[in-house]
């Protein structure tokens, strides 16, 4: 399957690209770095939605998402895994009712805490979600805080 917009990497732009909307969202998590790291890689901020995964973390790694009866195919398009930060981005392939790129990020932090992010642009990429911008909005926000519960839960786990 194709990426479904281009470039891939625009997460890591300080802008959303042309035409896409931001979502941007940043939380503190109640356990060490490492650990969290180790859950991230895990696709622990994936565990408690149905997703599907084919492999660890890793550029070209597929995953398939569930949302009712809709499928939602990405990709990893980048993969960063320093001592002190490291994330991933998938972008959405074809099949996928949106079109776009988002990323998922921890970060230690000079005082010892540890970071979460979320990054994703997007813009409605069938009918059903352009006439549901709202609805979709909301969903997205709504799934971006269970990646952080479920990612802090996995983390825990360790």
């Not at 042309?18 to 998590?29: G, I, K, N, P, S």
């Not at 996928?96 to 230690?108: D, L």
Request: one cysteine or more; a positive charge.
């Amino acid at each position: 399957m194709d990426f479904t917009y281009g470039p891939q990497g625009v997460t890591n732009a300080p802008d959303p690209p042309a035409r896409m909307r931001a979502l941007r969202f940043e939380t503190v998590l109640d356990v060490p770095f490492k650990a969290a790291r180790e859950a991230l890689f895990a696709w622990g901020a994936h565990r408690a939605l149905r997703h599907k995964v084919t492999g660890p973390v890793a550029v070209g790694a597929e995953i398939t998402q569930y949302f009712g009866p809709f499928r939602a195919p990405c990709r990893v398009v980048w993969v960063k895994n320093g001592p002190r930060a490291a994330g991933f981005a998938y972008g959405t392939l074809e099949g996928h009712p949106e079109i776009g790129e988002e990323s998922f990020f921890v970060r230690e932090t000079p005082d010892g805490c540890t970071r979460f992010s979320i990054n994703a642009y997007s813009r409605p990429g069938r009918w059903y979600v352009r006439w549901g911008s709202p609805v979709a909005r909301f969903v997205q926000k709504r799934i971006t805080r269970k990646y952080a519960r479920s990612l802090l839960a996995a983390a825990r786990e360790l």
